[in-house]
């Protein structure tokens, strides 16, 4: 299958990046409130079993995969994916080490994720994958195109953040192309990326409605009219980072779609020196 070419689609690259996070920021790294950075803790606690289930999807089809671009975009996409697995581990630890159930909520998502892989096929399996890839690079551009997200946040968590969404920009396509590359785009490949988007979505926020609850609830803030309305701003309003990704979801279903139509590339201009800037605050904080 011939790969369609985007001008300035980008080629990733995986960056050995640690960040200092403790439990003494837990629940109050973000100055929006609780509430939303128990959203943004929520969102890590899927990362770990996540990105092991992005790398197994696409393992499965890696000895089809002949263009030799893309043999090396999918062997860098496997080490960005294997460090956020990493960094994820030591953010959810700082909030198990606060006190927040989240060892709990990583385990269940770790059996629910083991039991699709044991139930569907590798192509069920590779849908689920670019869907949730489209997801996180969409919420990853909305983190770095509204500074009032992380605004005057504790700078390692925000960091964090930061590089997690730049790295899932640049390898939004990775996925997709080995999708499009073993399935092809007739009527069956479009049938089941937009039947198994449409699940994914149904099942990822299933999940994350009850997870946030849960964590606001550890907090005692469960109760703050106040909190929860910052919170619903932040996400539906001003900034709004949900709403901003809607249109990113349903140009999905759109046939020929690839997330590399919507070129973003130059949110990644700074990403050297950022990567830089964040090793140096690293080995300044631990030495």
């Not at 999905?252 to 201009?269: E, I």
């Amino acid at each position: 299958m011939s790969k369609v070419e985007f001008k300035n689609k980008v080629a990733p690259l995986h960056r050995n990046l640690k960040f200092n996070l403790t439990k003494e920021h837990a629940d109050n790294w973000n100055p929006a409130g609780v509430a939303f950075t128990q959203f943004m803790n929520t969102l890590s606690i899927f990362f770990p079993a996540g990105e092991k289930f992005f790398m197994d999807s696409i393992q499965n089809y890696r000895d089809q995969i002949t263009d030799p671009q893309l043999k090396k975009d999918i062997k860098e996409f496997m080490g960005q994916e294997a460090l956020h697995t990493r960094e994820h581990l030591v953010y959810n630890q700082a909030l198990i080490d606060a006190g927040f159930p989240v060892d709990k909520y990583m385990d269940r998502v770790e059996k629910l994720l083991k039991r699709v892989q044991q139930i569907f096929p590798n192509d069920v399996q590779l849908a689920v994958t670019i869907s949730l890839e489209h997801l996180t690079a969409s919420l990853g551009d909305t983190v770095l195109t509204d500074p009032k997200l992380m605004e005057n946040a504790e700078k390692n968590f925000s960091n964090i953040w930061y590089w997690h969404s730049m790295e899932e920009i640049e390898h939004k396509g990775v996925a997709y192309d080995v999708w499009n590359d073993v399935m092809g785009k007739g009527l069956y490949s479009y049938s089941v990326r937009t039947g198994i988007h449409i699940l994914t979505h149904l099942v990822f926020w299933s999940l994350v409605i009850p997870f946030h609850i849960g964590l606001v609830r550890k907090s005692k803030k469960l109760s703050s009219l106040k909190g929860w309305a910052s919170c619903m701003n932040y996400l539906w309003g001003k900034p709004g980072a949900l709403r901003r990704i809607f249109p990113d979801m349903f140009d999905y279903f759109r046939p020929g779609f690839h997330p590399w139509q919507h070129d973003n590339s130059a949110l990644l201009s700074q990403i050297d020196e950022f990567s830089e800037s964040v090793k140096q605050e690293y080995q300044q904080a631990t030495a």
